[in-house]
């Protein structure tokens, strides 16, 4: 059993940054695809951005294309989400995942899922 822990959220102002940052409990993370997504009260659980394996192939929502990057680190295990230019439409819960390939992490055919860290953004 693979376990997700993330961390970094917060509270900022808008147009501030945060680095969200989820661990894997087990080396098996570093075949899976990884990505995060996020969720308000009441509505949908939405994908924000996606990772290959091995980091070569990353994709985003069109909504935080060229202000979210993420990243990951295998000899860590860890996958990194950096928000900058945050708005407070940004705010939700956010989730880590892990699934076979980035194809089926955006259908939410998801492997494991992290219990979430809130960000918010005031304005």
């Known amino acids: 059993q693979v376990q997700l822990a993330e961390s970094g959220g917060g509270l900022v102002q808008a147009g501030g940054s945060l680095r969200l940052s989820c661990a894997a409990s087990?080396?098996?993370?570093?075949?899976?695809?990884m990505g995060w997504f996020r969720q308000n009260p009441g509505k949908e659980r939405e994908f924000v951005a996606t990772i290959a394996w091995n980091g070569e192939t990353t994709d985003y929502a069109d909504a935080v294309k060229g202000r979210f990057t993420i990243s990951r680190d295998n000899a860590k295990d860890t996958v990194y989400l950096q928000m900058n230019s945050l708005r407070p439409e940004d705010t939700a819960v956010y989730y880590c995942?892990?699934?076979?390939?980035?194809?089926?992490?955006?259908?939410?055919?998801?492997?494991?899922w992290g219990q979430g860290t809130q960000v918010t953004i005031s304005s």
């Open positions: 087990r080396r098996t993370f570093n075949t899976q695809a």
């Open positions: 995942a892990a699934a076979p390939s980035i194809v089926m992490l955006k259908r939410q055919q998801i492997t494991y």
